[in-house]
């Protein structure tokens, strides 16, 4: 990095001739300011507003609009349009996909499977909230993928409570879906208990496995935020000490940060009883961007932030938010759920609340690791080949069904245990399993 600047310059005196154009520059920047100033005040003067469906946040939704979850302590705001921007939509567009709806259920009558298939999705792509689409897709897809289907279903419902077919809909396949979720909680649950058996507590291999898996973790947790640093660059520089050239001071300094986090939940932690308190994440998030901004690092926001087309809530609700959470977090009904379960849903409340200004995600994933952890499961790692599924089920959840998220992490915690069961696998054997662990250590 050159922050070298206007290093060498001699100073030097600038005369300014005042001429009516000049009068007009002065004027112009004038007005840029006074711009600059009412742009960083619109939290205050404008409630704030989703940018894809343009619903006000949190409690300045109609209760019409608000979806609230079976995981959550309050209602939360999920990104549908209200009404009037509904109706708001032009006329063409709104003809273009009823259109592109009863052209994909002819061809769904004709038998022209693929072709119905590419009409509904061209319809949810002109407006993913029309509830009639969502529906006539879901009953589409059922005969499939009925969790699709299900999910499908829920978004209707979101848009529209009072849909009686896509309440039909998903009471009948809701039952289902819930026995497949069980399935895979059951799947991960067998899985621990064969590593267990495996690999003992202090067994020498489980810790070996660990220390890998610790640099596995910090690599793809940084580079889902955009890291550049290679694994082994990454991990010569928590060995040695030294830098990497030709990367900068910033990238560094996130490796350097995720370890000290790391090293906080599993040194003080993980070795402590009672309940997580904000003073917790706040120790956290900390180290996770002390490196790299010391001055807001453990501090929660206090002004707006976005991300991507997500607003998330205001600053002025983050600390209540941040109460409420640390009270679910440690409630009978938190812990009433599958550990794995719990986790997820306390990683996306997080993100969902997005309450620091930087480093969100990779506090969000630390808090879900640590739940893991007390509850007897390995961490699990997200990678960066999963980015782009990860965001999705993220999305989903905002649309008003956290289940595919929930789904999501529990398949990566699967994908974890393999790993751990690759380790002390027989290298003759080729269990799936077994190759779904290799792959997981391996791709990079």
Not at 61 to 66: D, G, H, Q, T, Y
Not at 227 to 234: D, H
Not at 430 to 438: A, T, V, Y
């Amino acid at each position: 990095m050159d922050d070298s600047g206007d290093k060498g310059r001699k100073d030097a005196v600038l005369t300014i001739h005042v001429t009516p154009s000049a009068f007009g520059v002065i004027f112009f920047l004038f007005g840029g300011i006074v711009s600059a100033i009412l742009v960083s005040n619109l939290e205050v003067i404008f409630p704030t507003r989703n940018f894809i469906s343009g619903t006000t946040e949190l409690s300045k939704l109609p209760n019409s609009e608000v979806q609230k979850f079976d995981y959550g302590i309050r209602n939360w705001p999920v990104t549908v349009s209200s009404p009037s921007q509904k109706t708001s939509l032009s006329q063409d567009l709104v003809g273009e996909v009823q259109a592109a709806v009863h052209q994909a259920l002819e061809a769904k009558y004709q038998g022209k499977r693929a072709k119905a298939q590419k009409l509904f999705q061209h319809a949810l792509a002109l407006d993913p909230h029309h509830a009639d689409a969502l529906n006539e897709y879901g009953e589409f897809v059922e005969e499939d993928d009925i969790v699709h289907a299900n999910h499908l279903y829920s978004c209707a419902l979101v848009v529209n409570e009072s849909h009686s077919r896509a309440l039909m809909n998903k009471e009948r396949t809701s039952a289902a879906v819930a026995e497949n979720d069980k399935r895979l909680f059951a799947r991960v649950d067998e899985k621990r208990e064969l590593l267990g058996q495996q690999m003992p507590e202090h067994s020498r291999a489980l810790q070996r496995a660990r220390a890998e898996f610790y640099y596995l973790q910090i690599y793809h947790t940084t580079a889902i935020e955009g890291n550049t640093l290679s694994l082994e660059q990454m991990r010569s520089i928590l060995e040695t000490g030294f830098a990497v050239g030709g990367k900068s001071v910033l990238e560094h300094n996130e490796v350097l940060g995720m370890n000290a986090a790391l090293r906080y939940i599993n040194d003080t932690l993980m070795h402590r009883f009672g309940a997580i308190s904000l003073d917790d994440i706040l120790n956290i998030h900390r180290r996770v961007l002390g490196f790299v901004d010391p001055i807001d690092s453990g501090t929660l926001r206090t002004t707006q932030v976005f991300v991507g087309g997500y607003v998330p809530p205001p600053s002025s609700e983050v600390e209540d938010l941040m109460e409420e959470y640390i009270t679910w977090l440690n409630s009978e009904e938190a812990s009433a759920l599958h550990p794995v379960e719990f986790a997820a849903v306390a990683h996306y409340k997080f993100i969902f609340i997005h309450p620091f200004l930087d480093g969100n995600g990779r506090t969000s994933r630390l808090l879900m690791n640590l739940i893991l952890l007390k509850g007897g499961y390995p961490p699990v790692i997200i990678k960066l080949s999963q980015r782009q599924e990860y965001y999705e089920t993220i999305k989903q959840a905002n649309m008003g069904d956290i289940r595919p998220f929930i789904r999501f992490i529990c398949r990566c915690l699967d994908d974890m245990i393999d790993a751990y069961l690759w380790v002390t696998s027989d290298s003759s054997s080729n269990l799936p399993e077994i190759e779904e662990g290799r792959r997981l250590v391996t791709e990079t």
